[in-house]
């Protein structure tokens, strides 16, 4: 508006300028009246800014370090020593000391709230920042853009041999040929002379990595209402991830003497793009009501610059390169494509009824070209049976609602919904075929396999009542069936009914219970492992490694109970107590798969929790609150090695390392938070502290009478060492609003203030899985002498640090 008033007042100095010089008196008199210009700032009486922004300086009393090596080793044979390190700490964002941004909002709008204009922006210049700029004119136009960055951080002190980290060619200069670390039967650990062979190798040729990815989000979102009755809607967005993630990987199988187990940091370059459009109309029927079409579509891009990457094999051999290859070769996410398109209507029928529906169909493909079976030069390759893949899948969903209010009092709502997953890809019969880039596990010899396209059906169908006889009381009801139709599963059809009762209520302004229960069962209607395994060996003698006493637990039978209590009470106005308020709250989910004994898999899963909040406010600035909250998690399941025939469809003998093992977590959570106004509107002081720690009690024993493993005797049955996790976070800050006559003076015309804040949070892990992981496992495990893993889990850290900020709004 400034320019526009510029070159209007340019253009009448102008015109005053030359009239004398060529105009006549003649010419004057019978010049055009001049042309009035619209004042935008008058038609919407002018713009109002507003805005705020917070920056400030850490430092830290005590920072993690970036990197920890608590691991064992040949110099330090019991592990231990500082096991803190910063990527748990930074895990989704860097924390470092220093001048910081966290906060800024700009917003410009007209003073009729026509027009609309705002920029916020969080973390500044910092590897996780997020910037949004919204534009409006009050209903017609929206629009919002985006940019954020959102890092994930694994770890900072992963160790590697590698060379070409974030490259798809891995290469090391480690050396230890496979035949030299041979296992012999009956030996099951390695000799001092295998183990010192592998420290030689290893010596001076490990460096510390970060592994973490690296995402960039642009996205963008506009919708348009021209007039009351439509309604449309575009959005895209287009996200690109870089960096490194731990990939395990195997050479040669689970042969004895053939298997060679890494982990190596596999390279991620890949973009998603994201794309939405709709239409809607609203519109009135002739009864009085109202209707609703919606018509949109979108689509979803997946392109990954890398299809696989290949590591050299630090166990190479040359006296046995068929089992000992030369390098592997893992293959990554596939490039791939997804298109829907879909209705949703909505009317308002007679009898008070509204009736909502959605169609949808979507499409996905995918179809790189296939690699071939190893990049083992010393194996003999097979044709591939297909080129690629032709990979189709297409689902159809149909979702439909009715609700109607009969009387003030009572209301009931029918659910109807139906999902189908349509698998088009192509069946592959493998004759032949090599795994894992080595002859050590004899696949290659001859047995087939055939990939199979799994498809199935959902369907859920619910009719719901509530009533409400009192304003105090409500109560509801729910009768469901939920059914899964599956092909190429153990499992053909499962029908799961479903029953819930709900109770809520309302003692005038003092107390509100919300209740709920959930009973529903899962049944199967026939369970064939075999037929399953067959379709995948494609043979009916093999021994092929499939266990068909086991029961998948997403297909087994099952009885399930929910049930949630949640309790609010608050003192009575008028009373000491009429600002202490305490919420008890209660739940639980038992699930039990109902099988025979002598089938395995998951036999429960329960889990119940318990806790209270409690706050009081004890003037109108001040109050204080507290919460504990108990989890209990409660798992069994059963397993065993024991295969079966696939002629006979039986186990090969009897099952005779049948174990059960129990798992058993406790998590206990504790908040406590004040906030007290020292000085009204002048110092206000807040604290705040949180504890969660839990400990996981993990068993294993014989199950059900059956014999204990051969080769171990009662040895091999005893619990699991406890898995214990503490966290803790203390906050505290100081906040100073300054004296608005001073800011005032200092030419400012909004809130002021300066908040100091003190920051303390340690986490701590004992867990006997990942303390000791390194590439020196071998000195853990002396049957694993080629096995060399990175160390790439560690999510201790102790932190302490201070920050100043100033806060301005305006």
């Keep these: 508006m400034a320019f526009r008033q ?18 006549t008196a003649e010419t004057m008199a019978k010049e055009e009246p001049a042309r009035s210009v619209p004042d935008f700032d008058a038609a919407h009486g002018g713009w109002s800014y507003s805005g705020e922004f917070e920056a400030g300086w850490r430092s830290f009393i005590q920072r993690p370090p970036k990197s920890a090596t608590p691991w064992v080793s040949p110099t330090n044979p019991t592990g231990g020593g500082d096991r803190n390190n910063r990527s748990k700490f930074e895990e989704y964002g860097r924390i470092a000391p220093g001048f910081y941004a966290e906060y800024l909002r700009m917003t410009l709008q007209t003073k009729d709230g026509t027009y609309w204009n705002e920029l916020r922006a969080d973390n500044i210049g910092n590897n996780n920042q997020r910037y949004i700029f919204d534009f409006s004119k009050a209903g017609e136009h929206y629009l919002t853009l985006g940019w954020d960055e959102i890092p994930h951080l694994y770890n900072t002190s992963a160790l590697s041999i590698w060379n070409g980290v974030g490259t798809t060619t891995l290469t090391t200069p480690v050396a230890i040929p496979g035949n030299t670390l041979s296992i012999v039967a009956p030996a099951t650990t390695t000799t001092a002379a295998q183990r010192a062979a592998v420290t030689n190798a290893l010596a001076g040729k490990t460096n510390l990595i970060d592994v973490g990815i690296d995402r960039r989000k642009g996205s963008a979102a506009y919708r348009w209402t021209p007039d009351p009755n439509w309604d449309v809607k575009a959005s895209y967005s287009h996200e690109q991830r870089e960096g490194t993630q731990i990939a395990g990987f195997p050479i040669g199988g689970l042969a004895g003497t053939g298997l060679q187990q890494m982990q190596a940091p596999r390279p991620i370059d890949d973009t998603t793009q994201i794309g939405k459009l709709s239409g809607q109309y609203f519109g009135p029927t002739p009864w009085g009501g109202h209707y609703n079409v ?179 009381v409500t109560f509801g009801s729910t009768f469901g069936w939920e059914q899964w139709d599956r092909s190429r599963r153990d499992a053909n059809v499962t029908n799961e009914f479903i029953g819930k009762l709900t109770a809520d209520f309302k003692v005038h302004d003092i107390a509100t219970l919300r209740t709920s229960g959930q009973y529903s069962e899962r049944r199967y ?53 009429r600002d202490f308020v305490i919420s008890p709250t209660a739940g639980l989910r038992f699930e039990d798969y109902p099988d025979d004994p002598l089938f395995f898999g998951l036999k429960k899963s329960n889990t119940w929790n ?35 025939n696939s002629a006979t469809g039986l186990p090969n003998a009897t099952p005779i390392n049948a174990f059960g093992s129990n798992t058993l977590e406790k998590v206990q959570t504790i908040l406590i938070a004040s906030t007290l106004e020292l000085i009204p509107g002048v110092l206000d002081f807040k604290l705040g502290y949180a504890i969660s720690f839990s400990h996981e009690d993990w068993d294993y024993g014989p199950y059900n009478g059956y014999a204990l493993l051969a080769n171990a005797g009662g040895a091999v049955y005893r619990p699991f060492p406890t898995v214990s996790t503490n ?78 900020s100033l806060n301005a709004k305006w």
């Excluded at 006493?549 to 297909?555: A, C, H, N, P, T």
Aim: proline letters at 6%; zero cysteines; charged letters at 15%.
């Design 6 to 23: 510029f070159l209007l007042t340019s253009a009448a100095i102008s015109v005053v300028t030359v009239i004398p010089l060529s105009a």
């Design 294 to 472: 919606q018509v949109g579509g979108g689509f979803s891009l997946y392109d990954n610059s890398f299809n696989s990457f290949t590591v050299q094999n630090p166990f190479f051999d040359p006296a046995n390169p068929r089992v000992f290859s030369p390098a592997a070769r893992i293959s990554l996410m596939p490039s791939n494509q997804a298109y829907n398109t879909g209705v949703t209507t909505g009317i308002d029928l007679p009898f008070k009824t509204r009736w909502n529906s959605t169609f949808q169909y979507t499409t996905m493909r995918q179809n790189e070209a296939f690699m071939p079976f190893t990049v083992n030069p010393n194996i003999t390759t097979f044709l591939l049976p297909a080129s690629s893949l032709n990979g189709e899948v297409n689902t159809a969903l149909y979702n439909t609602t009715a609700t109607t209010q009969w009387t003030p009092e009572f209301r009931t709502t029918t659910r109807y919904r139906y999902y189908d997953n349509d698998n088009q890809t192509p069946e592959l019969l493998m004759p032949n075929y090599v795994v894992e880039d080595s002859s050590a596990t004899g696949i290659a010899a001859g047995i087939p396999r055939r990939s199979l396209s799994m498809s199935y059906t959902k369907q859920n169908a619910s009719g719901e009542m509530q009533w409400r006889p009192a304003k105090w």
């Design 525 to 577: 209607d026939n369970y064939d492992g075999l037929a399953m395994a067959r379709d995948t060996y494609y043979s009916a003698t093999a021994n092929n490694g499939t266990n068909l006493l086991m029961r998948k637990f997403d297909m087994a039978n099952r009885n399930q109970t929910k049930a949630n209590a949640f309790l609010d009470i608050s003192g009575p106005a008028g009373s000491v107590f």
């Design 610 to 644: 318990a806790g209270i909040d409690i706050t009081y406010s004890f003037t109108p600035g001040s109050s204080i609150q507290a919460s504990y909250l108990y989890e209990t998690y409660d798992r069994f399941q059963v397993g065993s090695g024991t295969l079966t």
């Design 727 to 804: 966290y803790q976070r203390l906050d505290a800050s100081l906040k100073h609003t300054i004296d608005p006559s001073i800011v005032a003076k200092l030419g400012w015309t909004g809130e002021v203030y300066v908040k100091a804040r003190y920051i303390w949070e340690r986490n701590s892990v004992d867990n006997w899985q990942q303390d000791l992981m390194s590439p020196y496992l071998y000195l853990v495990d002396t049957t694993l002498a080629r096995m060399i893993d990175m160390g790439a889990t560690n999510p201790n850290y102790d932190a302490q640090y201070f920050q100043v």
